[in-house]
């Protein structure tokens, strides 16, 4: 399903079909590029937000069809493993109904950390493309993947720097305007993003 544009599962009121009707004539022939899936994995990062979520989206494509996404979601979840890649990788293996995504491709806006890596090693994703580095928990911009590297069994290939500086806006523009109300939390959000 393409949730990215499903504006609320029962959202079939007036509204709604006015959006997806505008979007449409807006951009009737959009092309199915990376680009494409990386500004719809944007859209659930900007939704991740509006809920007072760090602002981070993925997206899961195979066959050039999306299969599952999410936005970052742990506050919301009460779950510290709801990142936004493993919410995606949860609904496109609901939708595939299988654990393995073979031949895959998955979109997430920020670096992932070590653990959603590791699920897409589960996954057994193709391909990751990622929009803004992590220095502090990204799996390969902190030096973590060098070293844990042998234990996959299996290789992703990665795509790095797609509309990153749309993805580190967003991620920047959230942790000033939370410094600004005085509501900088150590050890908390700011670690899902190091600034
Ligand atoms: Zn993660």
């Known amino acids: 399903m393409d949730r990215a544009f499903d504006y609320g599962s029962k959202g079939w009121g007036f509204e709604s079909l006015q959006v997806r009707f505008c979007f449409f004539r807006v951009f009737p022939k959009m092309k199915k590029d990376a680009a494409y899936f990386m500004k719809m994995a944007l859209s659930r990062a900007v939704a991740a937000e ?31 493993s709801a990142h936004a890649e493993i919410k995606a990788l949860r609904r496109a293996g609901k939708k595939a109904g299988a654990y393995r995504l073979n031949g895959a491709e998955l979109y997430v806006t920020l670096e992932p950390c070590l653990m959603c890596y590791s699920a897409m090693v589960q996954a057994r994703i193709a391909k990751l493309f990622y929009g803004a580095g992590d220095p502090k928990n990204g799996i390969f911009a902190s030096g973590v993947f060098d070293k844990v590297k042998h234990i996959y069994n299996h290789r992703i290939a990665v795509e790095s720097g797609l509309l990153a500086l749309p993805s580190s806006t967003l991620l920047s523009g959230f942790f000033q305007a939370r410094r600004g109300a005085g509501a900088v939390e150590r050890d908390g959000l700011e670690n899902r993003y190091g600034e």
């Open 50 to 80: 509006r809920r007072g979520e760090v602002p981070v989206g993925a997206v899961v494509v195979r066959d050039g069809r999306v299969i599952g996404s999410g936005g970052n979601a742990p506050i919301s979840d009460c779950d510290p």
